[in-house]
């Protein structure tokens, strides 16, 4: 216990210096935290947008673009050989050899339809039931109709606030589904739609002409969603006057069923009027451009480590010289070189603590609040143990190597020299 206790009062006397050490430690351990915090929780929050979102692949009409300017003035885009999607291309989609990859298939067509009173809408033309299970955050405010989806929602953790709920735990299945399925003459208006149209379920709605009947309202969901109307597909054709046309084809795939590099191929090459994305090729780019950024990060916090390593071991070899007369005395007094190299490196080593765990919180801290905006999204860092764990071994390793050439320093002080400074 002697050795601890010499020690606790070196570091007390010598507050100043001892802090200016600690501060270097916290401040390389803690850039390491941050950023590694920051990058995590970017991950798996793009992971979750993902998951949420439902939808895999897309698939859009090929077109051709052309921006130019007049006289300084930058024109609008003008389109050119715009290709059409049709109710045959998904016949085509269905008889893929890798058809079985995919889940969920809601092709889609949109326009704007009119308000007896000249107001525009957006129109949606899908099956709704397609709709919902890639969509799982959309559900029908219709009391005769919500009882399984308000069921499965009822399950999920944030019932009541259709903006914070957990998506990723709800699995509507096609038959939670079989009440949804509206006629011809029957629409579903967004929230937002509704509450401008002031309509109520069972109302009558007079759009492009047509006479249709209010079948249900989705619950406020805060996405785009709640300012269109939806209704089936044929209905929507007929409305725009666009036949066998669709606009896009959304898709929910399963990846352990088979390659999705594989499915996509075949898609592009019995479709080569079209525009295939796969929002999870994006997410590997954008985890691509992520690790880049860890290992940018990473390379600027070894950096920040390294000078606090160097000011760690120009402070204890400073601190070893002051103590000339104090390591004299130890020597007179019977303590070997061990004991005096041990006391330097318990002082490295006791700092190295308080510098690890310090450094963890500052840098938690700081990805916690500062997260979100370097990240430029919403995003909750979560705080590990084993992140302390290593932020603790790194410090300790920092501090014992920036420790080993004072120790030395003061082993093999000659004790008849440091006793004339007496």
Do not use: C
């Amino acid at each position: 216990m002697q050795f601890y206790h010499i020690t606790f009062n070196n570091l007390r006397r010598r507050k100043a210096k001892m802090f200016f050490v600690l501060l270097g430690l916290m401040i390389g351990i803690a850039t390491i935290v941050s950023v590694y915090g920051v990058i995590e929780a970017m991950k798996i929050e793009m992971t979750r947008q993902v998951a949420e979102f439902g939808v895999n692949v897309v698939i859009t009409p090929e077109a051709g673009g052309l921006t130019f300017s007049y006289g300084g003035i930058t024109l609008p885009e003008i389109m050119y050989d715009v290709a059409q999607l049709s109710t045959t291309d998904i016949d085509v989609i269905q008889g893929l050899p890798s058809r079985n990859m995919i889940k969920v298939m809601a092709p889609k067509l949109l326009g704007l339809g009119t308000l007896e009173h000249g107001q525009k809408m957006i129109m949606v033309g899908t099956d709704l039931q397609e709709e919902f299970l890639l969509k799982p955050w959309l559900r029908i405010r219709d009391k005769d109709q919500r009882s399984k989806v308000e069921e499965k929602m009822q399950e999920t953790k944030g019932v009541g606030d259709s903006k914070k709920m957990d998506f990723e735990t709800i699995d509507l299945t096609r038959q939670d589904l079989e009440g949804l399925n509206p006629s011809d003459d029957q629409i579903v208006l967004g929230s937002s739609a509704a509450a401008s149209l002031g309509a109520m379920e069972g109302d009558l709605i007079t759009l492009s002409g047509q006479v249709l009947e209010v079948f249900g309202i989705l619950v406020e969901s805060g996405s785009v969603e709640d300012q269109q109307v939806f209704m089936n597909l044929p209905t929507a054709q007929k409305l725009l006057n666009r036949p066998d046309e669709i606009t896009v084809i959304e898709m929910s795939v399963d990846y352990l069923a088979g390659s999705e590099e594989a499915l996509l191929l075949e898609i592009d090459e019995a479709l080569p009027h079209t525009q295939v994305t796969s929002l999870r090729q994006e997410t590997l780019r954008r985890d691509e451009m992520l690790t880049r950024l860890v290992r940018f990060g990473m390379t600027v916090s070894l950096l920040v480590l390294l000078v606090g390593m160097l000011v760690v071991g120009l402070t204890m070899s400073a601190s070893v010289r002051e103590r000339t007369r104090e390591i004299g005395v130890f020597r007179a007094l019977g303590f070997r070189k061990s004991h005096i190299a041990k006391m330097i490196l318990l002082e490295g080593v006791f700092i190295s603590l308080a510098g690890g765990f310090l450094g963890y919180l500052v840098g938690m801290l700081i990805a916690g609040y500062g997260g979100p905006f370097f990240a430029g999204m919403n995003i909750a860092v979560v705080w590990r143990g084993d992140l302390l764990l290593i932020s603790i071994i790194v410090a300790l390793v920092i501090g014992i190597l920036s420790s080993l050439y004072p120790a030395y320093q003061a082993a093999k002080l000659d004790p008849v020299e440091a006793l004339r400074f007496i």
